[in-house]
């Protein structure tokens, strides 16, 4: 009931900065909780920065004070600011959102489809 497409990624060079966008689509009252894991090659998924309807926002400890998390809920968009990015950031980049569906229902764990994020000079 909820598409999510990511984009945003490309080719940084280390301390530039990124900003990956995630819009909803589909039939649904509302999203909730929307969020941003990445998975490096060869590595198990890990939550990035995650920010609710409130905009209350949550971030991991290797990220603090260089990424910040947004949204537009008018768009059921979020955006991920990237600064001073490092070789280590280098990952894909997933989307992740929670939503109220039509009918009351709350729904979890719709993913977009991923965005490459490369830190390298």
């Known amino acids: 009931q909820v598409q999510l497409v990511e984009s945003g990624g490309g080719l940084v060079q280390p301390g530039g900065s990124l900003r990956l966008s995630c819009a909803a689509s589909?039939?649904?009252?509302?999203?909730?909780?929307m969020a941003w894991y990445r998975q490096p090659p060869g590595k198990q998924r890990e939550l990035v920065a995650r920010?609710?309807?409130?905009?209350?926002?949550n971030f991991a400890d290797s990220v603090k004070g260089r990424f910040t998390i947004s949204r537009d809920s008018t768009k059921n968009t979020v955006y991920l600011q990237m600064n001073s990015l490092k070789p280590e950031d280098t990952a894909v980049y997933y989307c992740?959102?929670?939503?109220?569906?039509?009918?009351?229902?709350?729904?979890?764990?719709?993913w977009g489809q991923g965005t490459q994020v490369t830190v390298s000079s």
């Open positions: 589909g039939s649904f009252f509302s999203i909730t909780t």
């Open positions: 992740n959102a929670g939503a109220i569906l039509v009918g009351g229902k709350f729904s979890a764990d719709y």
């Open positions: 920010i609710n309807s409130s905009s209350r926002t």
